[in-house]
C-alpha cells in the first residue's frame, strides 16, 4: 500500500535518542561533521566512527538500517579511495603497471572513506529516529535567529511541513493517472530509458495541474482559518528540553572531546 | 436553542463580478443583487445549479470575497473593512469540497490545532479546545492518525473540529458533502444537526442532495446569481414544477406524490420524508376504514 511509506525514512522507536530533543540532534550532527572535516588524525575519526556506531547501537536502529543511507553514496566512496590510491603525490610504496601507490595517498584514502562513512550515518541517524514533523519544528526553532536578517523560516517550516503533508495525496494521485492514461492505451513499460520518461510526459501534466488547484484549494483553506503568516502564532505542541537531552548532549561532548584529543597529541 | 431574530448574516444589494482575464474579454457576473438575512441559530441550505453562485455567495459571508456593490455585515462588522477579516473569519468557518485540500496537519489533532494556533490562543487552551472539538464530532480516538489514512467523511468532520477549536458562531459548508458517499454524508450531516440544535451554532449548506435542504430550517434557492426563492423546506419543494424549471429536482418522496395528484389523488404537496409519507398514508388509511 503506498499509505504504509514511511516518510523520511522514520524509524519507529522509544530509545533515548528518539525521545531527545530535535534541535539537540540536529546540532550533534553538525558539529560532528564539522569535527570529522577539521581534523585530520586517523585516530580521530577512527574514534567518531566508533562513537556514531555506539550511538545507531543506543537509538535501538538495526545497523544494517543504519547503513543502507551509505550504499547510494558507495560509489564516490570506492572513486575517490581509487583516486587518492593511486593519484596521490608522496613516498611510493609500491607499484602495480604505471601507477604508483604512495603512502600518503592510501592514508588519505582511509581518511575520505572513513569522513564520508561518518558523516552519511550520524545525519541518518537524526532522520532515522525523528519523525517529519519534529524535523520541520526543530529547523524553524534552530533558524529562529535569522529571522531578524529577514530571512522567511517560518514560510519555510510551513512549506515543508504542507509538503509532507501532501506527498501521499500526491502519491496516490499519481497512481491514479497511470492507471487512467494506461486505460487510455499509454505505454510505459516498452522502450529504453528515454522513450520510458517520454512516456511519463502524460503523467506529469495532469500531476502538476492538479497539484497547482489543489495549492489554491489549500491557500483559500488556509486564509479562511486564519493563517496570516508566522507573527503572533501560537503552538499546540512546545518542544522542550528535559532530563534525556542533558544526558544525550553530555555523553555527546564527552565523544567530542575524546575524538579531539588524539589531533591535539599527534 | 434557538436566538431568533438576531442576525448573523446580513447581506443588502450584493453585487459581485470575476474580473476578466484577458483586455477583451468580459467580466464574468456572478452575483446580481442578493438580499439575504441570516439569522443566529438558523439552519439554511442554499440550493441551485453549477455556476449559479452559490460558492461565490459563501466566500462573500467570510470576508474570502468583498463585495463590488452593496455590504455584507457579519455579526455587526462590515466585511469592506479591512479590520474587521479576521474578526469575520473568526466567527464564519468554512468547510469546503475537497476533504483532502483543507487539511494542513500532518496529524489530525495538529490540523485541528492550526485555526487556534493562528488566532494566538496560548498553548495549554488550544490542547483543550482542540480534544473538546475532536470529541464534539466523535473523532477522539483518530487525534494522532494522519488525515490520509482516513475516510472522506472523517476527513470533514476534522475539518468541522478545525473549524470549532476557533469557537465560531456561524459554519459555511460549500458543497462540503457532494464528494462523499451516502455513509459518509450521513456522518457530516448528524454532526452539523446536533452542532445547530445543541451548541446553537448557525449552518449555512450548500448541497445538491435535496433530502439534505429538508433537515434545513430555510432554504434558498440560487440561480444567475440571485436569490429567487426563499422559505420552508416544504414551502419551496411543493412547487415542484418551479423547481425542476429551475434544472433542481425535488425529494424522492415528494415527486412520487406530485405524480399521484397528477393521476388525480389528492395528498397533500408538501411532503418530504419517508416519515411524512407514511404519516399522511396512516391518515389517509384511517379515513378510508371509517368511511367504511
Known amino acids: ?266 | 436553542m434557538n436566538n431568533n431574530n438576531i442576525t448573523m448574516i446580513q447581506a443588502k444589494d450584493v453585487y459581485f463580478y470575476y474580473k476578466a482575464l484577458t483586455e477583451d474579454s468580459e467580466n464574468v457576473e456572478a452575483i446580481n443583487g442578493v438580499n439575504l438575512q441570516v439569522k443566529k441559530g438558523e439552519f439554511l441550505v442554499l440550493l441551485g445549479r453549477n455556476g449559479s453562485g452559490k460558492s461565490t455567495l459563501c466566500r462573500l459571508f467570510n470576508a474570502l470575497l468583498k463585495p463590488k456593490m452593496g455590504t455584507v455585515v457579519v455579526n455587526g462588522f462590515d466585511t469592506l473593512n479591512e479590520d474587521n477579516t479576521w474578526l469575520i473569519r473568526k466567527d464564519v468557518g468554512m468547510v469546503f469540497q475537497n476533504p483532502d485540500n483543507q487539511i494542513v496537519g500532518n496529524v489530525v489533532e495538529e490540523d485541528v490545532a492550526f485555526g487556534p494556533e493562528n488566532l494566538g490562543v496560548p498553548p495549554a487552551e488550544i490542547r483543550k479546545r482542540v480534544d473538546q472539538s475532536l470529541k464534539t464530532v466523535g473523532m477522539s480516538e483518530y487525534a494522532e492518525l494522519a488525515p490520509h489514512r482516513l475516510s472522506g467523511g472523517q476527513k470533514q468532520k476534522v475539518a468541522i473540529a478545525g473549524i470549532l477549536a476557533m469557537e465560531p458562531e456561524c459554519i459555511i459548508l460549500d458543497e462540503a458533502t457532494s464528494m462523499l458517499d451516502p455513509w459518509g454524508r450521513k456522518e457530516v450531516l448528524d454532526v452539523l444537526l446536533e452542532l445547530n440544535k445543541k451548541e446553537g451554532i448557525t449552518v449555512i449548506h450548500v448541497t445538491h442532495h435535496m433530502e439534505e435542504a429538508c433537515l434545513a430550517d430555510r432554504v434558498a434557492v440560487v440561480d444567475d446569481g440571485r436569490i429567487i426563492k426563499e422559505g420552508s423546506p416544504a414551502e419551496i419543494f411543493s412547487d415542484v414544477e418551479g423547481i425542476k424549471g429551475m434544472g433542481l429536482d425535488v425529494p424522492q418522496v415528494t415527486e412520487v406524490f406530485y405524480k399521484l395528484n397528477q393521476k388525480g389523488y389528492r395528498f397533500p404537496t408538501d411532503i418530504l420524508t419517508v416519515e411524512d409519507a407514511l404519516k399522511v398514508i396512516k391518515e389517509q388509511l384511517a379515513v378510508k376504514r371509517i368511511g367504511n
Not at chain 1, 561518518?118 to 533558524?143: A, C, F, H, N, R
Request: proline residues 5%; aromatic residues 10%.
Open chain 1, 1 to 266: 500500500m503506498i499509505g504504509d511509506i514511511t516518510l523520511g525514512q522514520y524509524y519507529p522507536g522509544n530509545s533515548v535518542v528518539h525521545k531527545a530533543d530535535p534541535r539537540v540532534k540536529i546540532i550533534m550532527s553538525l558539529l560532528l561533521m564539522v569535527i570529522v572535516f577539521l581534523t585530520d588524525n586517523l585516530l580521530s575519526l577512527s574514534l567518531a566512527l566508533v562513537f556514531s556506531i555506539l550511538a545507531v547501537y543506543a537509538s535501538k536502529v538495526p545497523l544494517s538500517y543504519a547503513f543502507k543511507g551509505l550504499k547510494p553514496v558507495m560509489i564516490i566512496i570506492l572513486f575517490t579511495v581509487v583516486l587518492n590510491v593511486f593519484f596521490s603525490d608522496g613516498t611510493p610504496w609500491f607499484t602495480i603497471w604505471k601507477l604508483t601507490v604512495t603512502y600518503e595517498g592510501v592514508m588519505r584514502a582511509i581518511r575520505t572513506a572513513l569522513r564520508i562513512t561518518v558523516l552519511i550515518t550520524g545525519s541518518s541517524l537524526v532522520t532515522l529516529t525523528t519523525t517529519p514533523l519534529l524535523l520541520t519544528d526543530g529547523i524553524e526553532k534552530l533558524l529562529n535567529p535569522l529571522k531578524k536578517i529577514k530571512v522567511p523560516v517560518h514560510e519555510i517550516a510551513m512549506m515543508m511541513s504542507i509538503a509532507l503533508r501532501f506527498i501521499p495525496v500526491l502519491m496516490e494521485e499519481t497512481q491514479k493517472i497511470i492507471k487512467a492514461q494506461t486505460a487510455r492505451g499509454a505505454d510505459f513499460d516498452t522502450g529504453n530509458i528515454f522513450q520510458k520518461a517520454k512516456s511519463f510526459i502524460p503523467v506529469l501534466v495532469p500531476l502538476f495541474i492538479s497539484a497547482f488547484r489543489r495549492a489554491d484549494d489549500l491557500a483559500t483553506a488556509m486564509e479562511s482559518r486564519c493563517y496570516r503568516g508566522g507573527e503572533n502564532r501560537t503552538r499546540m505542541k512546545q518542544l522542550r528540553m528535559t532530563k534525556i537531552d542533558l544526558v544525550v548532549s553530555g555523553v555527546f561532548v564527552l565523544g567530542l572531546i575524546l575524538m579531539m584529543i588524539p589531533d591535539f597529541l599527534f
